[in-house]
């Protein structure tokens, strides 16, 4: 059974960093690319980026680009989402998820979400 | 960029209605495009894929249609485990549409 296992719900200040984290099992991890969606409170989805575990390969939604850094670590089948300097606008809830097959992709399967706040 | 605009924002409709939600692209996006549902609290489910193919497991009063700009999610007869919010996406590029919220009426 495919399963994506986020880390659990984070509360930090801003100016923190943070690195939230999706395992992968179930599956060959480096065989399918895993993406990262937010979603802010009481609003839609946004896709952020997407990377491919295998060759590291990754893609970031231009919205995105620079304020997030998306990484995997193929040995131990996990994918993270990390933020340098956190601003309260990230407050907000974070789904990993797999396309289907290539990068550009539905999203078949879904992490549990995983809930950062950013509040002083 | 892409644009993908939903109708309506907020729907209102009885247990065996028949519902149709509509997703516009801002310029052609051949049948690339993605249904999901979503109930609070919970990750998205995909639904439809490549515009019409149903998910597997996904029931088949779920179908979707069109290409190009113009597409639409429907819900042949509205079960209580439906009412939640509908995303379409153009996953081609990742964009999604802004939501639409099936309420009971």
């Known amino acids: 059974e495919v399963q994506l296992v986020q880390s659990g719900a984070e509360v930090k200040k801003p100016g923190e960093s943070l690195k939230i984290s999706c395992k992968g099992s179930?599956?060959?991890?480096?065989?399918?690319?895993i993406g990262w969606v937010r979603q802010m409170p009481g609003k839609g989805l946004e896709w952020m980026g997407i990377?491919?575990?295998?060759?590291?390969?990754?893609r970031y939604s231009p919205s995105f680009q620079g304020q997030v850094t998306i990484s995997a670590d193929k040995s131990i089948s996990t994918a993270y989402l990390q933020w340098s300097s956190l601003k309260a606008s990230d407050t907000a809830m974070y789904y990993c998820?797999?396309?289907?097959?290539?990068?550009?992709?539905?999203?078949?399967?879904w992490g549990q979400g995983t809930l950062v706040t950013v509040s002083s | 960029d892409i644009q993908m605009t939903q109708s309506p924002s907020t729907l209102s409709a009885s247990v065996g209605d028949r519902v149709t939600i509509t997703c516009r692209a801002s310029?052609?996006?051949?049948?690339?495009l993605a249904w999901y549902q979503q109930k609070p609290g919970k990750a998205p489910k995909l639904l439809i894929y490549k515009a019409s193919s149903l998910e597997s497991g996904v029931p088949s009063r779920f179908s979707g249609s069109g290409s190009g700009t113009e597409f639409t999610l429907t819900i042949s007869s509205l079960q209580p485990d439906d009412f939640a919010t509908y995303y379409c996406?153009?996953?081609?590029?990742?964009?999604f549409g802004q939501g639409t919220k099936v309420e009971i009426k």
């Open positions: 179930g599956y060959s991890f480096t065989s399918y690319w």
């Open positions: 310029q052609s996006i051949s049948s690339w």
């Open positions: 990377i491919y575990p295998g060759d590291s390969d990754t």
């Open positions: 996406q153009q996953y081609n590029r990742g964009t």
């Open positions: 998820a797999r396309p289907k097959d290539t990068a550009m992709a539905p999203f078949d399967y």
